[in-house]
C-alpha cells in the first residue's frame, strides 16, 4: 500500500461501480465529485454510489465536494468542440437567450464590465487566448490568439482581475446544503482569496449544527499572497495548479508549490497537489518521465495527498492511471530516507526550536516520535486521537512507519483519509483507557504479534483534543 493518499476526480469515464470498484482497490482514498459540472440529482447519484461500492468492498473512501465558487465559465456550446482559429473574431455573450448562434456563452453577467480593449481573456486552464476588441452590454468580441478546440463548461480566466463576487457564492451554499443532506463533511472553497470565506463557509454548516472540513484550493495570486492567514484557518490546503498556471505566470508554480507545502507540513495542515499529474494517460496507457517524475517531487517535497482531474473523469484509462499514481507513490516513498534523510521540515523545527525556544509540546513530542522511529524501526506508530491533531503532526515529517491512528469520531476518522501514512481506525467506545481496546483491534486485524514494538502518543486527559503530551514505546502484548 502506498502512504500517499490518492484523490481521483469522479466523472463519466468513473463513475459505473465496477470502474469505482476498481479504483478503489488500486488505491484511491478520496473520491472528489466537482460540483461545477453537472446536475444536483446527479452529484446525489454519484456521492450514494461511491458510498455504496466503498460499504460493499469494506473499504474507507472519504467524499470531498468541491464548490465552483466564482469560477467564470463557458456554457453549453452548440457546436462541441467549437474549434477557434487564429485571427478570427468571435463573440462572448453573457444572454442565455442570444440570437447571434455563433457565439459563445458565458455564465457571468458581469463579463463585459471587467474586461476592455486589449484585455486578454483565457480559456481552459491557458490554452486558448483571446484579445477583446469591443465590449457591449451583453457582449464581448474578441480576438483569437491562440486557438484551439473549445469545449462547453471550461473555465475562462482574468488574471488580475478583481472579480465582483465573494469566494463562497449563494450557489455554492445550495450545493453545501446537497452535501450535507448526502452526509458529506468535506468541501472545497475555490478561488478564495481572503481567510474570512473560510470562517463564512464553517459557520453557515454549523448554523445546521455540523463541523465541516474545509480543503482551501490556492489558485489566485490573492490566494498566495494570504497563505499564512489561509493556513491558519482551513483543514487542509489544495495547491490547484490548473487556475494557478493562468493566474500566476506558469514559471512561478513550482516555486508556489514547494512553498506551500512547506508551510503547510510546518503547521501539520493536510496539503494536496492537484491538476495534470498525469494529464497524459487521458488518452494514453503511459504517462510521460516528466509527469512521473513530477509526481515522484511532489511527494518528496511533502505532499500529503496528489490528485487526478481529467485523468480519471473523463480519460480513457481512469483504472490504469490509479495503479500508476500508486506505483509511483510507493516506489518513491521506499527511497524518501535514502535521499533526504532528515527531513526539511525535521531540519526547520530542530533549528528554530534550538535556536529560538520556539517549539510546542506537541512539537516536542511529535519530533521525539520520529526520532524514536528513526532509533528503534518500530512496527507501528498508534495514535488515539480526539480530533486528528496528534497523527497530523506525526504524518508532517512523512514518516516512514505507519501511522495508525484510532478515533470516535467518524467523520475525523474520515479525514485522516488526507493525511500521509495515517490509516484511520473508527472505535466505537467509551472506556475510558483505549490501550486494550486498540490493542485487541491490532491483533484481530492480524497487523502485529506479541513481541513488536510499537510507539503509543497519549494524552493525560484522553478526552481532551490537542493534548497529546507524552510518547511509550512498548513490546506488543
Ligand atoms: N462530473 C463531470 N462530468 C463531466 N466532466 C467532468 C466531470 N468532472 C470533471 N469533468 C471534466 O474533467 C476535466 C477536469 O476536471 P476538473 O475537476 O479539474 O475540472 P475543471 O473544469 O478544470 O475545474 P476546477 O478548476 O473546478 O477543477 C474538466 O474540465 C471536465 O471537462
Ligand atoms: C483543481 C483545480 O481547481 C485547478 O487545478 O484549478
Ligand atoms: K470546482
Ligand atoms: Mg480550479
Keep these: 500500500m502506498n502512504k500517499t493518499k490518492i484523490v481521483c476526480t469522479i466523472g463519466p469515464s468513473s463513475s459505473s461501480p465496477q470502474v469505482l470498484a476498481d479504483m478503489i482497490r488500486s488505491g484511491m482514498n478520496v473520491a472528489r465529485v466537482n460540483f461545477s459540472h453537472g446536475t444536483s440529482d446527479e452529484h446525489r447519484k454519484m456521492i ?20 465552483p465558487g466564482p469560477k467564470i465559465r463557458i456554457g453549453r456550446l452548440r457546436l462541441e468542440p467549437t474549434i477557434l482559429k487564429r485571427g478570427e473574431t468571435i463573440t462572448l455573450t453573457t444572454d442565455p437567450a442570444s440570437s ?94 481572503r481567510p474570512e470565506d473560510i470562517r463564512i463557509l464553517r459557520e453557515y454548516a454549523q448554523k445546521r449544527g455540523i463541523k465541516i472540513h474545509i480543503v482551501a484550493k490556492i489558485e489566485r495570486a490573492g490566494a498566495v499572497r494570504e497563505i499564512d492567514a489561509i493556513l491558519a484557518e482551513a483543514d487542509a490546503i489544495m495547491i490547484a495548479r490548473g487556475d494557478l498556471g493562468v493566474q500566476i505566470p506558469i514559471e512561478d508554480v513550482p516555486g508556489v508549490q514547494k512553498q506551500c507545502i512547506l508551510k503547510a507540513n510546518r503547521l501539520g495542515v493536510p496539503v494536496i497537489t492537484a491538476t495534470q499529474m498525469l494529464e497524459s494517460m487521458t488518452e494514453n496507457i503511459l504517462p510521460t518521465r516528466a509527469e512521473v517524475t513530477d509526481v515522484a517531487n511532489a511527494i518528496l517535497d511533502g505532499s500529503d495527498a496528489v490528485m487526478l482531474s481529467a485523468e480519471t473523469a473523463t480519460g480513457r484509462y481512469p483504472v490504469e492511471t490509479v495503479r500508476m499514481m500508486a506505483k ?44 524514536a522511529m528513526h532509533a528503534l524501526s518500530p512496527r507501528y506508530i498508534l495514535t488515539p486521537t480526539r480530533s486528528g491533531r496528534a497523527p497530523r503532526r506525526i504524518s508532517r515529517f512523512k514518516p516512514d512507519c505507519w501511522i495508525l491512528s484510532f478515533c470516535r469520531d467518524q467523520k475525523v476518522a474520515e479525514f485522516l483519509a488526507f493525511s500521509y501514512g495515517v490509516v484511520p481506525f473508527f472505535v466505537k467506545t467509551d472506556e475510558a483507557s483505549w490501550h486494550d481496546r486498540i490493542f485487541d483491534l491490532i491483533s484481530d486485524a492480524g497487523l502485529a504479534k506479541t513481541g513488536d514494538l510499537v510507539i503509543l502518543t497519549e494524552g493525560s486527559e484522553p478526552d481532551l483534543a490537542g493534548a497529546t503530551n507524552s510518547l511509550r514505546i512498548i513490546k506488543f502484548p
Design 100 to 193: 447571434n448562434l455563433t457565439a459563445i456563452p458565458v455564465d457571468y453577467p458581469d463579463l463585459p464590465s471587467l474586461v476592455t480593449e486589449g484585455t486578454t481573456i483565457y480559456l481552459n486552464d491557458g490554452f486558448l487566448q483571446v484579445k477583446v476588441v469591443r465590449t457591449s452590454e451583453q457582449e464581448v468580441d474578441a480576438k483569437v490568439v491562440i486557438g484551439g478546440p473549445l469545449l462547453s463548461h471550461k473555465g475562462l480566466n482574468l488574471p488580475g482581475v478583481a472579480l465582483s463576487i465573494a469566494a463562497v457564492t449563494p450557489e455554492d451554499l445550495a450545493h453545501v446544503d446537497i452535501g450535507l443532506d448526502e452526509g458529506v463533511d468535506t468541501f472545497t472553497i475555490s478561488f478564495l482569496e
Design 328 to 371: 509511483i507513490a510507493r516506489s518513491i516513498e521506499a527511497q524518501r530516507t535514502m535521499l533526504k534523510g532528515r527531513s526539511q521540515l525535521e531540519e526547520v523545527l530542530l533549528l528554530t526550536g534550538i535556536n529560538r525556544r520556539e517549539l510546542t509540546v506537541d512539537d516536542v513530542v511529535s519530533l521525539n516520535v520520529i526520532q
Design 48 to 67: 450514494r454510489s461511491i458510498r455504496a461500492v466503498a460499504t460493499r468492498l469494506g473499504r474507507t473512501v472519504a467524499i470531498l465536494v468541491d464548490l
